[in-house]
């Protein structure tokens, strides 16, 4: 009986995290993150993967961050700071995000580590 339990609880975890992954969306505030005027920054880090200067944008592989319930992945980022001098694909990044007015999360806040 004690086995099938722990059996079953584990099916469960891996299910849930697996559901989490999905529901992994960067157009959807989070409802933790609901505040009326304060802007809130949510910092991160990751592996600078890509920019497009042209679109303003950066390809970031992200650690986790657990203040907007994100597993690590790849995506692309709106980037409303200057480019480092000097930062190259590959290099480590840290950087901020401030949620746009369509609820998307944007890098105010690029630095090389
Ligand atoms: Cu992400």
New binding site residues.
């Given amino acids: 009986m004690k086995t099938l339990t722990l059996a079953l609880s584990i099916v469960f975890t891996i299910t849930s995290g697996a559901a989490l992954a999905e529901q992994?969306g960067?157009d959807v505030s989070p409802h933790q993150m609901q505040t009326t005027n304060n802007v809130t920054r949510i910092q991160g880090m990751g592996a600078l993967k890509a920019i497009n200067a042209k679109a303003g944008k950066v390809q970031i592989a992200?650690e986790a961050?657990p203040a907007l319930n994100?597993?690590p992945?790849?995506?692309w980022f709106v980037l409303r700071a200057p480019l480092p001098n000097g930062i190259k694909v590959g290099d480590s990044v840290h950087f901020e995000l401030v949620q746009s007015e369509k609820k998307q999360w944007e890098i105010v806040m690029l630095m090389k580590m």
Avoid: A, L, V
């Fill in positions: 992994h960067h992200h961050i994100w597993p992945m790849i995506m």
